[in-house]
Nanobody, 117 residues
Framework: VQLVESGGGKVQAGDSLRLSCTAS????????IGWFRQPPGKEREYVGR????????DYADSVKGRFIISRDNFKNAVYLQMNSLNPEDTAVYYC???????????WGQGTQVTVSS
């Protein structure tokens, strides 16, 4: 199983960025996918989650209304659209496949997002 994040980079406050997470080695449509992030010097935190079909999404309060998660099961991909970015969004962003409820067993390597003021 392999998950690969891409799309990170350096942006300025107020900008937008879209991260992608592509998967292989698993029946992608069978897994809810979560996004997490780890700010510098802090613990990893939950960003949001999308259900197997994409019909349901959930977001942390810190990103609600600014971030949107979507997926394309034909492409084995999940996306994290990040709008109105601010410096507090600076982190390494990870996607993970939820094999059991709230058990994320498969993780990507992460992609760095840096937001400058």
């Amino acid at each position: 199983v392999q998950l690969v994040e891409s799309g990170g980079g350096k942006v300025q406050a107020g900008d937008s960025l879209r991260l992608s997470c592509t998967a292989s080695g698993l029946t992608f449509a069978s897994y809810p996918i979560g996004w997490f992030r780890q700010p510098p010097g802090k613990e990893r935190e939950y960003v949001g989650r999308i259900s197997r079909t994409g019909a349901t999404t959930d977001y942390a309060d810190s990103v609600k209304g600014r971030f949107i998660i979507s997926r394309d099961n034909f492409k084995n991909a999940v996306y994290l659209q990040m709008n109105s970015l601010n410096p507090e969004d600076t982190a390494v962003y990870y996607c993970a496949a939820e094999r059991l409820p709230e058990k994320y067993d498969y993780w990507g390597q992460g992609t760095q997002v840096t937001v400058s003021s």
